[in-house]
């Protein structure tokens, strides 16, 4: 590969992007909604949720010195992340809380990127992360689920045009913040049925002493937050 040949992919990686017209950002942020809110299309489209929710606690369980023994993901939507560490302190009490915030705050990362231009970079990134996730997951439907989200995310970067990568990204953005609002409330109705007996805000009381319900708290003020911050960037606010 010469020079100027490498030079032309950094350009088109990190390099900026037009901005899209605004009917297109509200387009793809109503067709998120769409796969966000009917039972039918969430019972779906809530796989890639759980993409990032375990990615999240895998990510945070790496970065704060612990070790990732693997990731599993199931066709119920469901999921578990396994790690190794001291089972106390703030390594564990990150790694708890990454899950429900992951689907969020990886939608506002995405939002700033797009808000500045960067939609190549948004769709390589998210390649490589899924790529990373890849390495760790322990079960087939898992390896499946992977394997196509990021095999999309790279058929879209290298195959389509400026116009349908940013229709993508901004539609990916927005399911990520709207998608990560939904999971806690479904949590929030398990509780109240008595189910979820262990769920992360469970696991962070015992960490923290800090009740379940602040937990819970505390993911719908974030995830309402992240919405509301990446939407009016998206929307150009």
Known sequence: MDTHHITD??????????????????????LALGAVVPRTAWRLSRNAVTIAHEGGHGLIALVTGRRLDGIRLHSDTSGLTVSRGKPHGLGMVLTAAAGYT???????????LLASGHITALLWGAT?????????????YGVLTVVL?????????WLTTP???????YAVVWFLLLGGIRPPFELQGKRRRGGAVDSDPDQLARLTHVPAAVWLGFFHVLTLCSLMGGGRWLLGL
Do not use: E
């Not at 490589?128 to 087939?140: D, E, T």
């Not at 116009?163 to 990204?169: G, L, N, R, T």
């Open 9 to 30: 992919v950094w350009d088109r990686v990190f390099g900026a992007q037009p901005d899209p017209g605004l009917w297109l950002v509200i387009v793809t942020g109503v």
């Open 128 to 140: 490589a992360l899924l790529l990373a996730m890849l390495v760790m997951i322990r079960n087939a």
């Open 102 to 112: 992951a689907p969020s705050l990886l939608g506002l990362a995405g939002a700033a």
């Open 163 to 169: 116009q349908v990568q940013a229709a993508f990204a």
């Open 149 to 157: 989200a990021g095999g999309t995310f790279l058929l879209v970067s």
